[in-house]
C-alpha cells in the first residue's frame, strides 16, 4: 500500500515550506505570529508550533530551497496576497528539482515504482 506523492506534500512538504516561511516572516521581516498566521493561512499557534519545532520536523529542506523559500518571502511581506502562488512556486520548484521524490523514498517509497520520479541518492 502506498500513498499518493500529492498526500505526502499535505502531510510533509507543505507543512516544512511553511515553518521555513514563518521562520523568515517572524524573524527576519518581524512580522507578529498572527500576521504570519494570517499570510500563510494558519492560526497564529500554528506559527508558535513551527518555531518551537512541535510541528513540521521530520524533514529537512535543502539549501536550494531555503534560498527559494527566502524570495518567496521576500515577495510574500510586499504583497501578502501572492502567498499562496509564491508556495505553489516552491513547491513547483521542489518538484522539479526532485525534493519531492526524496520525501517520497523516505517516508512512501512504494509508491517509486507507480511513479515517473526518480529521487537522487
Not at 499570510?39 to 499557534?45: E, T
Not at 525534493?99 to 529521487?119: D, H
Amino acid at each position: 500500500m502506498y500513498s499518493l506523492p500529492q498526500e505526502i506534500e499535505v502531510w510533509y512538504i507543505i507543512p516544512a515550506v511553511r515553518k521555513e516561511l514563518a521562520k523568515l516572516l517572524t524573524g527576519k521581516y518581524e512580522l507578529s505570529y498572527e500576521k504570519a498566521g494570517m499570510i500563510l493561512g494558519i492560526s497564529k499557534a500554528a506559527v508558535s508550533q513551527y518555531l518551537s519545532n512541535k510541528r513540521a520536523n521530520k524533514i529537512k529542506l535543502n539549501s536550494d530551497t531555503k534560498k527559494e523559500i527566502g524570495l518567496s518571502a521576500k515577495v510574500i511581506v510586499k504583497n501578502p496576497k501572492l502567498a499562496v502562488s509564491e508556495i505553489q512556486r516552491i513547491l513547483k520548484f521542489m518538484k522539479d528539482n526532485k525534493c519531492s521524490c526524496n520525501v517520497c523514498k523516505k517516508y512512501n517509497k512504494e509508491v517509486l515504482g507507480y511513479c515517473n520520479c526518480e529521487p537522487s541518492y
